[in-house]
Nanobody, 120 residues
Framework: VQLQASGGGLVQPGGSLRLSCAAS????????MDWYRQAPGKQRELVAA???????NYADSVKGRFTISRDNAKNTVYPQMNSLKPEDTADYYC???????????????WGQGTQVTVSS
């Protein structure tokens, strides 16, 4: 199973970015799909999460600005990030709990980081 993340870049304060993360491989089911971020010198933190049923959870720091959605048919998760602030600058990582074909337990998979820089 691989998670391919994309969509990072440089944006001015107040701007928007839409990340995406697509899971591929021998996938039977995906439970939670999440985005984490890690800024220099800080611990990795959960930004937004979405269950297979569409329930969402957000870090307090992004509530009202970020919206996470997913396309279960494409095994893809999309965080829409609006009203970006310099403190949103970080490497963003997607995560998914995946049940592979012929397995009985969900496993955690991570995508490569995608850098988001918010600066004027």
């Amino acid at each position: 199973v691989q998670l391919q993340a994309s969509g990072g870049g440089l944006v001015q304060p107040g701007g928007s970015l839409r990340l995406s993360c697509a899971a591929s491989g021998s996938i039977f089911s995906i439970n939670d799909m999440d985005w984490y971020r890690q800024a220099p010198g800080k611990q990795r933190e959960l930004v937004a999460a979405i269950t297979s049923g569409g329930s969402t959870n957000y870090a307090d720091s992004v509530k009202g600005r970020f919206t996470i959605s997913r396309d279960n048919a494409k095994n893809t998760v999309y965080p829409q990030m609006n009203s970006l602030k310099p403190e949103d600058t970080a490497d963003y990582y997607c995560h998914a709990a995946v049940l592979q074909l012929e397995e009985i337990d969900f496993r955690d998979y991570w995508g490569q980081g995608t850098q988001v820089t918010v600066s004027s």
